[in-house]
């Protein structure tokens, strides 16, 4: 009886797709409003993410932390966006897409505040947990209101803009960070928060979340806005609510039910692709370039600018090639470019212990820090949360989106803590590991990760559909 259902529904599926879709591929005012108020939270992160780089030396001589000490409070922010993913995805789907960028708002103010007042470790630390309990929150909601908003073939360029507006955080505190107080930065960390919590007011929530609700009017209205006063709504919200339909029967499914065989490729996808973004380093060399630099003997205020100076147009890479290459291709080179810039730091790093070629080390060590980033930025940065945002139907978009999310911030925040210690062990190992990761990332997305480029979210449900059973067959 239910593979009846899913037949009848993915006919219904290839009747709207072969509609008219001039409707639901204009670009309005309102769609480009609702992206730039959604990320503008990730901004905030973005600073979040580079802060211990640029406050690093302020923050330890005027506080007095050891490195035990500055390193918890570099973890703490993403540890506490594992707590906050944990509440994410019930959160959106009970208040909806913008309520929960309001509580994520007002939980990052409150801990920049903290921070940028802080007299001793424990407000800093109350302010660095109380600010990542909100990041957890909008690392999730941001990229699914995005993708559920936008028409589909820009869906992949809006959403990834959630990338560029992290890196522009990174670019001003690396930029500004030589030069401007910690307590500065951190004011700076909460004014993007201040304009989302404004500008929330003047955008739309998400059809797709209106539907799940059951508030059809409301729906309609949204998709108005979203697609121009004058369009013609019927193919998209008649789709929508075909999907809604489809996966309404499980709408109270449990934490158990994501583990269903029906469910198991798209999990393995979304914390597959989660783990190896972590664990492949990249949070640890955002947080801490500087020492990376000074370990190696290069300059940090150099360093340091010159990331904040490229952060920005080597995102934008990303954006213009994601929805005209597509997310494998992207994904494929951001490993590959990842795997050889950690194995070729690896040797620097060795040189420099056998004490050849000193005079190599330095260069060698910023131009791989240069390209690690830049190739991350282009497919692994921004990627995996498209993908997640793109992958999961509604039913289960609530205790997915939040295992994804607890996967991903509980492994930074490993990354993140271990890797100062990781670093004075072994300088060459630690990223030779991380290029062994990276180089493992590879067979993963080879073989899993499928492409959803020029798909509609009902589209890409509709083919996800058989895949379980596509790949016990191979």
């Known amino acids: 009886m239910l593979d009846e259902e899913e037949r009848s529904i993915e006919e219904g599926l290839l009747k709207l797709k072969n509609q008219n879709d001039d409707s639901d591929c204009r670009i309005t005012a309102c769609v480009i409003l609702s992206t730039v108020v959604a990320v503008c939270g990730t901004f905030s992160f973005g600073v979040a993410l580079g802060y211990t780089s640029g406050a690093e ?20 922010a ?23 960028m309001w509580v994520s708002d007002i939980l990052c103010i409150t801990g920049w505040l903290s921070i940028a007042f802080a007299k001793d470790v424990m407000w800093l630390n109350i302010g660095r947990i109380s600010s990542g309990i909100g990041f957890g929150l909008i690392s999730y909601v941001v990229p699914v209101y995005i993708a559920e908003v936008t028409p589909k073939h820009v869906r992949g360029t809006f959403t990834f803009s959630n990338q560029l507006l992290q890196n522009s955080g990174l670019a001003l505190v690396y930029f500004c960070g030589n030069f401007i107080n910690w307590r500065m930065l ?40 979203l697609r121009g006063r004058d369009a013609d709504i019927s193919r998209e919200a008649s789709e929508i609510q075909v999907m809604t339909k489809m996966v309404e029967n499980d709408s109270k499914s449990s ?16 914390v597959g692709l989660m783990l190896i973004q972590q664990f492949s380093g990249s949070s640890a060399v955002i947080s801490y370039a500087s020492i990376i630099f000074r370990k190696a ?13 490229f952060m920005i147009p080597k995102t934008m890479i990303g954006v213009i090639l994601v929805d005209k290459w597509g997310r494998r291709p992207l994904l494929l080179t951001s490993a590959s470019g990842m795997s050889i810039t950690c194995m070729l730091l690896g040797v620097a790093f060795t040189l420099q212990k056998m004490q050849l070629l000193p005079e190599l080390t330095p260069i060698l060590t910023f131009i791989c820090i240069m390209l690690y980033i830049a190739t991350y930025a282009v497919g692994l940065g921004g990627l995996p949360w498209v993908i997640m945002s793109e992958i999961f139907p509604i039913n289960i978009k609530v205790t997915a989106g939040s295992l994804v999310t607890l996967a991903s911030f509980s492994s930074s925040s490993i990354v993140t803590y271990a890797f100062n210690f990781l670093f004075e062990w072994s300088t060459q190992g630690t990223f030779f590991i991380f290029g062994a990761i990276s180089g493992a990332a590879l067979l993963f997305i080879w073989f899993f990760v499928p492409e959803t480029k020029g798909l509609s979210l009902e589209e890409i449900q509709a083919s996800l559909i058989h895949q379980p059973d596509q790949i016990n067959q191979t």
Request: charged share 15%.
């Open 78 to 100: 993403t540890l506490g966006a594992a707590i906050g993913a944990l509440f994410s995805g019930k959160m959106a789907i009970i208040i909806g897409r913008k309520g929960t």
């Open 186 to 225: 951190a004011i700076f960390g909460a004014l993007p928060c201040v304009i989302q919590a404004i500008g929330l007011s003047f955008v739309p929530e998400s059809p797709r979340w209106l539907a799940k609700v059951g508030t059809e009017k409301e729906l309609e209205n949204s998709l108005l806005r």
């Open 57 to 76: 030396i302020g923050m330890v001589e005027e506080l007095s932390l050891s490195i035990s000490e500055f390193s918890a409070f570099g973890s703490l």
């Open 297 to 309: 003997g290069f300059s940090v205020a150099i360093g340091t600018t010159m990331l904040g100076l």
């Open 255 to 270: 934490f158990c039910d994501l583990f269903q065989r029906k469910y198991r490729y798209t999990l393995v996808v979304g």
